[in-house]
């Protein structure tokens, strides 16, 4: 009898939403966090980074975890799977050029993985370099089996299995819900606005960017946590999904590529929501760029999402010192 894959909350929806073959994507590759020509898509552990300016949110340690952080190096950047303790490494901006604002950076890789480098410290210090206090969020991932190989076997087991029709069972989803990782995004706004006057932070100008599953989580923390109060939202190749919108939702900026393998084919309905509510929504649709394009520098029109983005803060003020 074949083992049931079981499917996450971020799984079940890309299915709901998307289809099966959105969950074959995200399952086999994690985020598609690759450039379209990859020299090098080999999964090689390395030294967990001392990470020493990484501060501890204080959501404790995931519950049941067995496995501990480990790392890896593909596709010429760093990846962290296996997190249990959830962390926000700042990226903060030359005094003389901040701007007042941060933005918390949720990287994607399918709640399995961690893209560190190319949708997180890239992003961060992109956005330091604009005068915006950038903060990179670690937070805590399903648990993966702790060998590299036993790691990759199961990838290619998620992929071989995802599509195939799922035998009843009883057995629990991996995660029942978000919830780890919702607490540990909520500790992150919190902590940036206790330490906003350290930092020089205006409190009511903390934003929030997310990559596929990182975007799925910032669009949730929006959504779901008022008490964060997000002053704005970037959502980058992530779900598309229609949901309801509440009245005081934050400016939300969107970049997706046309030829996405995941979420290219599911329509623009968060798009409409936020225009029926009425609520200030940017929407960039790229020719190409796929999944995972992040701050690669490819031939593609997708490259410019991060000035774009940039453009976007800017249009906003967000860019300019608080008076």
Do not use: C
Not at 21 to 38: D, K, Q, S
Not at 222 to 229: C, I, R, S, V
Request: aromatic share 10%; glycine share 8%; proline share 9%.
């Amino acid at each position: 009898m074949k083992r049931r894959i079981p499917l996450t909350p971020f799984l079940k929806f890309l299915r709901r939403t998307h289809g099966k073959i959105a969950v074959i994507a995200i399952a086999a590759a994690f985020g598609f966090a690759a450039p379209a020509a990859a020299q090098n898509d080999t999964m090689t552990p390395i030294p967990t980074p001392a990470q020493s300016d990484a501060i501890v949110l204080g959501t404790g340690p995931l519950p049941g975890a067995t496995a501990s952080e480990s790392w890896y190096r593909q596709y010429d950047r760093n990846f962290a799977r296996n997190v249990t303790v959830a962390t926000l490494t700042p990226f903060l901006p030359d005094p003389a050029k901040a701007a007042g604002t941060a933005v918390i950076v949720a990287p994607g890789g399918g709640f399995r993985s961690l893209s560190m480098e190319n949708e997180g410290s890239d992003v961060a210090r992109a956005l330091a370099a604009n005068g915006v206090a950038a903060f990179v969020l670690k937070y805590r991932l399903i648990q993966t089996p702790a060998d590299m190989a036993a790691y990759d076997a199961s990838m290619k087991a998620m992929f071989a299995g995802a599509g195939r029709p799922r035998a009843p069972s009883n057995s629990a989803p991996v995660f029942p819900s978000l919830e780890p990782q919702l607490a540990d995004s909520r500790a992150a706004f919190a902590l940036v606005r206790r330490r906003a006057g350290e930092w020089h932070i205006d409190p009511a100008r903390i934003g929030m960017v997310g990559f596929s599953a990182g975007a799925a989580l910032t669009l949730q923390t929006a959504l779901q946590q008022p008490d964060t109060k997000p002053a704005f939202i970037g959502i980058i190749y992530g779900p598309l999904a229609p949901v309801t919108v509440p009245a005081d939702a934050p400016p939300m900026f969107v970049a997706l590529a046309a030829d996405d393998p995941i979420f290219g084919h599911g329509g623009t309905g968060l798009i409409q929501s936020w225009m029926q509510a009425n609520r200030p929504v940017e929407f960039h649709l790229y020719e190409q760029g796929g999944h995972g394009f992040g701050m690669y520098q490819k031939t593609t029109t997708s490259t410019g999402w991060f000035d774009a983005f940039v453009s976007w803060m800017r249009m906003h003020g967000w860019l300019t010192p608080a008076r």
